[in-house]
């Protein structure tokens, strides 16, 4: 068995930056990553960030997996990575099991921070499972991070930020959009994204759907179709369109598998994705020592993620008795961060979610004394 | 198809890595993912359902999903597109559920 002060699963932007917080403030942390690399979905990011300077506005997501790597370098001395390392269980005596590179590990830390992200949600259609239908966020890795084309000619099923930047990414790569389809009545992302890709020539059509994908053994094509008002298929309305990839970005799901597992109680909030823990203001789940940030905690941006990274380290660090002088201030500064980054239209959405998860947590039990 | 120009991106490939695909000697690059290189060189086809046979591909590239699961040196329901790339591995198509040897 192996011990450590403070366990982050999940090294991308939120889990980073709980690992950098904690051991700045001199808590022994272990970071449990299952690619070989660090940064999660940070290394696929090309384009340019939004947000305050705090949170490396207009600086790439790319550029900015390096910019946290090293600031967690800096405190070697504190930190152990481990790489290619999956975690596969959160049993009740506080236990995390890790598969890493064919051997099985059992680490016991003192708080766990679950920074575990989130999956990319599905959708039923006739020959939904052919080679060829990818997750959007799928076609970003392997063309951004290792340098193939999907394909030659693409649709994009959902028209939300991930489904426009990613449409825009397929161009710079040299691929084809021939369209990108919403079944909702008006473009989810930002207009900024969608028309740059509009500016480009791709139509945007929103009331479609995708009614089947055609071919054998891979995608051949796909056949799309009007909704009217009711979400119903107006019949007449069917367009085959020739694409041998079809990208599905219908939005992320929470990954709280190993929440689930340990007992946090949770709730389903349609506003953050799907099922999230109910957690205080210190993002302390209900059970005691289970901390959580990023997309885990409600899907939200890469930006915010950073930000829940910090008050979470920060706040297990405090809780196991670090000093931290200017706790209370760098607590509010945080949380303040947060506030302004949900500002806005898309902001007031993920509020109304986080109202009904977010409260003072009496009573809490778990595996810490 | 790999891309070659990028207004953002520089690719450095790195040494050519050689692998058994199937019987059939294949080449990718160091820093491939199994998945990358056989998709890089036209392979969309990874597998096949344990049930139905339906034809199976990778759908999130990332590792959660598992519809990406081949038999790699041997071992079956391999994640090939989280599995990095090395000189000489043996790649196979896998049918059913796989079985430990």
Sequence with gaps: MKYTEIAVVGGGPAGLSAA????????????????????????????????????????????????????????????????????????????????????????????IIVATGAYEKFLSFPNND???????????????????????????????????????QLMQAGVNVKAVIDAAPKIGGYLVHASKIRRLGVPILTSYTIKEAHGKDWVEGATIC???????????????????IICISVGLTPLADLLWQIGCEMKYIPELGGHVPIRDENLETSKKGIYIAGDVAGIEEASSAMVEGRLAGLCAANSLGYIIEDFEEEKQDLIEQLDSLRAGPTGEKILNGLEKVTKVIAGRYGYVD | MRIDNHPILDFKRGKEIR???????????????????????????????????????????????????????????????????????????????????
């Design chain 1, 226 to 244: 009007k909704l009217d008002e009711n979400w119903q298929m107006i019949s007449g309305t069917e367009i085959d369109i020739d694409v041998d």
């Design chain 2, 19 to 101: 692998f058994i695909y199937d019987g059939k000697e294949m080449v990718g690059y160091e820093g491939d993912t199994i998945a990358s290189a056989l998709h890089a060189a036209g392979v969309r086809v990874l597998g096949y359902h344990h049930k139905t046979g339906r034809a199976r591909g990778f759908y999130c590239a990332i590792g959660n999903c598992s519809s990406c699961l081949m038999t790699v040196n041997g071992k079956p329901n391999v994640r090939v597109c989280v599995e990095e790339l090395k000189e000489g591995m043996v790649v196979e198509t896998q049918r059913g559920k796989g079985e430990l040897k």
């Design chain 1, 20 to 111: 950098i917080t904690a051991a700045k403030y001199g808590a022994k942390v272990t970071v449990i990553e299952r690619n070989d690399s660090l940064g999660g979905q940070l290394r696929k990011q090309t384009h340019k960030f939004f947000g305050s300077q705090k949170q490396y506005a207009s600086v790439r997501g790319i550029e900015i997996a390096d910019i946290l790597e090293s600031q967690l370098r800096e405190y070697n001395d504190n930190v152990e990575i481990l790489n290619g390392a999956t975690v596969l269980g959160l049993y009740e005596d506080g236990v995390l099991t890790i598969e890493m590179k064919d051997r099985y590990i059992k680490l016991k830390p003192d708080r």
């Design chain 1, 130 to 168: 052919l080679p060829g239908i990818y997750g959007a966020g799928a076609v970003q890795t392997l063309m951004n991070q290792y340098g193939v084309k999907p394909g030659r000619n693409v649709l994009m099923v959902g028209a939300g930020n991930i489904g426009l930047i990613v449409s825009y």
